[in-house]
């Protein structure tokens, strides 16, 4: 055991054992080795009382897609650090839902409770926000409560849903209003029931609310509706946490939570090769802007990429959902070839929940150019990655192309749009989008969102 762990792991029993009062717990911006116990707030306090440690769980519904659910991840991690400027939230910690059986994740393996630390950098986002997985909320719960996790208590399980009527007179105004529950109101997850997909957990007390607006809001409402059982430690979990929208979309606290989310460093290391063996990319040769920490990154512009074209072309649902605007294969490798011969380009990696036989088509389309997708080197490095981990490493090779063309109304997209912008990329180089037609121009676009310093 090191020391460090060692110190942590004593800290950590103090102020579980309420012998470190809030006059101690130190108030800092910048995260440091001490972040497990100290809450990192603007808050400064004389009061000697100790602040009770709440932990607040979220979910997503259940047909939610991975990309959406990671913009929902930053609603959550910026409204954190709002909550925490009140003293008696400023020992929040924000638990991460585990991965669990996602729609799209359609291969056969094992894919309940994926912790966040497979898909992305815990310690680079725990440079922005108070975050513990799952397995550490269960392993401080145990601690709390005298080592017995049979039973996790959720003090207050707030169930959202939108309201039947948006607008009150023609206008959005953010509110809350508490609705009675119907039966059968936590969907199953993975086919299994009970929260989160663990059959451990209960609830004290289930409240059923109809809810529209940004994140702020919820402090007035977990005031209004706290609990009277909680005691040392308080837990509260929001369902449907998607129905809260972004206080601000795209300004810098959101740019700083989007920054801190950098991928985990075995599927970089994945993507990172496979960019040496088949474009000769690399960060230094690309230009791309890779400091050690996201907190050193600065505005910036002058990313050359790598020597080829990355496409994401999404099939799948979009060929039913989404007629109107998802091209035909021939219409996409039309448009492919135009910005080729326009950037004197010969490779094109492609990024898409295709099939095989779709792949091998939108080939023969592409016959004079070197078309390639990533593929896991065996059945078993592909259960090991599994279906997200995958469509990542697919994200970080289209992340560092010359040029990028990806789907209309796509998150998939979208997140490699961001990605772009952090490495810092010129906007045209990013800002693409499919037409339904074979040319490129002319219809509808994804809006552009650049990057947002202070
Ligand atoms: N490997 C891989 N998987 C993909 C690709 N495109 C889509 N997928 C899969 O399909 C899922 C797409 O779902 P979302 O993450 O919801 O994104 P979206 O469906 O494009 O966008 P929404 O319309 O907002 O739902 C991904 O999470 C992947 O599992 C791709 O290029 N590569
Ligand atoms: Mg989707």
Known sequence: MNLKYFITQILFLLILLGHVSAKDVKFCKSRDFFLHIYSCSPVQSDSTEPIPRTYLLYDINPSEGFNLRRDVYIRMAVFLRTLQRH??????????????????????????????????????????????????FFEEY????????????????YRLQHFEDMFENGVFVDKFEQTACQKNSIPSVG?????????????????????????????????KFKSKTSGKQRVIMLYNAET???????????????????????LTRIADKFRVDFFNSSNEW??????????????????????????????????????????????????????????????????????????????????????????????QEAERLKDGGIAIIDQIICSHARYFVGTYESTFTYRIYEEREILGFAKDLTFNTFCKDEELGGSEKNSVWPIQYD
């Open 244 to 266: 809260i929208l972004h206080d601000h979309w795209g300004n810098v606290d959101y740019w700083e939570a989007r920054r801190s989310m950098r991928f985990s460093e075995q």
């Open 286 to 379: 690309d230009r791309v802007q890779r400091p050690a920490y996201w907190t050193e990154e600065v505005p910036y512009r002058k990313a050359r990429g790598g020597d080829y074209l990355c496409a994401h072309l999404r099939r799948a649902d979009f060929l039913h959902g989404r007629q109107k605007t998802t091209p035909s294969l021939r219409a996409a490798a039309s448009q492919i070839k135009q910005r080729l011969l326009e950037l004197g380009l010969r490779k094109v990696f492609i990024s898409s929940d295709c099939d095989r036989t779709e792949f091998h088509e939108l080939k023969n389309h592409l016959k004079r150019f070197k078309v390639v997708r990533y593929t896991p080197e065996s059945k």
């Open 142 to 157: 145990r601690w709390i409560t005298g080592g017995d996790v049979s039973v996790v208590r959720i003090d207050e399980f």
């Open 87 to 136: 003293r008696e939230y400023a020992n929040t910690k924000l638990v991460l839902p585990p991965w669990s059986a996602l729609y799209h994740w359609r291969s056969p393996s094992n894919q309940m409770h994926i912790p966040w630390a497979h898909f992305f950098d815990l310690n680079s986002m725990l440079r922005y926000a108070d975050v513990i997985e799952m397995h550490q």
């Open 191 to 223: 086919g299994i029931s009970g929260i989160l997909g663990y059959r451990n957990i209960t609830i004290n007390e289930l409240i059923c609310m109809r809810f529209q607006g940004a994140a702020s809001i919820l402090y007035s409402m977990f005031e």
